[in-house]
């Protein structure tokens, strides 16, 4: 084993002391490592609510931006007279004359989870070691169960922008149903259709639309998508997902709008001229080594390391 790796030989019950984090700068997850039921909950750096968007009134007065909402001449020469006579400043008393109370400043949201569940997984698995590869950026879980080793792998990539994670049984099938839970069940609605998980919605706070896809490959089976919005893999040899995430929040005042979120989710999770299509690279050490998921026209499958 990797010197530099993190194990646990239970699965995560704390999200912050426990689960296992991967992420690439946009999208960020924590792996809980569960047997019959793997936790994946993820984040995207821009689902806020808050800014611009929100709701007016006495009680929650528009956004700022942060401005002064008058002028104050004179206020930072003043702090400065008071620095030159004493030699210092107590924080609280500068934020008193420079700052103003925060409005709409909003908070961080959770995109929510995704939940592997396993069908006939036991509940106290043979050989049961999860691990974070901190060298490679590799979240692992690994057990044995009905005398078969099963094994999850899950990366973050940074050039391709996703979360890519891979199921394998040896021997024996890999089955698995794949939802998306939310503690915000009124702001979003979750499809499936054609290997595609899609959770697409808009903060009730702000008005932010988001949208993430999950789009689910295998080698031989079957993958069935539900009703209920799930999808089911069965029979299948090996079985890999690619995560995507985005909102329309962009970098221009006064709106901060920008792209609907759809329009601009990755190459890899677009559907191809010659069928399914993905590509997933993970470059670390600046591209010293390379993870790549493939399901071409020929339905080759890869998931190689180098380096």
Not at 124 to 148: F, N
């Amino acid at each position: 084993m990797a010197r530099r790796t993190l194990w646990y030989d239970t699965p995560a019950a704390d999200w912050e002391r426990e689960a296992l984090p991967i992420g690439n700068g946009t999208l960020g997850a924590m792996v809980f490592g569960g047997v019959a039921r793997e936790r994946i909950q993820f984040n995207e750096k821009s689902l806020w609510t808050g800014g611009p968007g929100g709701p007016g009134g006495p009680d929650a007065p528009p956004y700022d931006h942060g401005n002064w909402r008058e002028p104050r001449p004179g206020a930072l020469a003043a702090v400065q007279r008071l620095i030159d006579a004493h030699g210092t400043a107590a924080p609280e008393d500068v934020a008193a004359r420079l700052g103003q109370p925060r409005i709409r400043y909003g908070a961080y949201q959770t995109f929510g989870d995704l939940w592997l569940e396993i069908p006939g997984a036991p509940e106290t698995p043979d050989s049961y070691r999860r691990r974070l590869d901190i060298a490679r950026g590799v979240a692992l879980v690994e057990y044995t169960a009905h005398g078969a080793r099963h094994r999850r792998e899950f990366f973050a990539s940074y050039p391709d922008r996703v979360i890519a994670g891979r199921l394998s049984t040896v021997p024996g099938p890999v089955a698995f149903t794949l939802r998306h839970t939310s503690p915000r069940p009124g702001d979003h609605h979750v499809t499936a259709h054609d290997g595609r998980l899609t959770i697409r919605g808009a903060l009730a706070d702000n008005g932010l639309r988001f949208e993430a896809q999950v789009r689910v490959v295998c080698d031989g089976g079957t993958v069935t998508a539900g009703a209920d919005g799930t999808l089911t893999v069965t029979g299948a040899r090996g079985a890999w997902f690619v995560l995507a995430a985005g909102t329309d929040y962009a970098d221009s005042h006064p709106d901060y709008r920008g792209e609907d979120p759809h329009r601009a989710r990755p190459y890899a999770l677009h559907d191809g001229a010659t069928g399914h299509e993905a590509a997933v690279r993970d470059n670390t050490r600046d591209g010293a080594r390379t993870v790549t998921l493939a399901a071409r026209g020929g339905r080759t499958y890869r998931f190689t390391a180098r380096g």
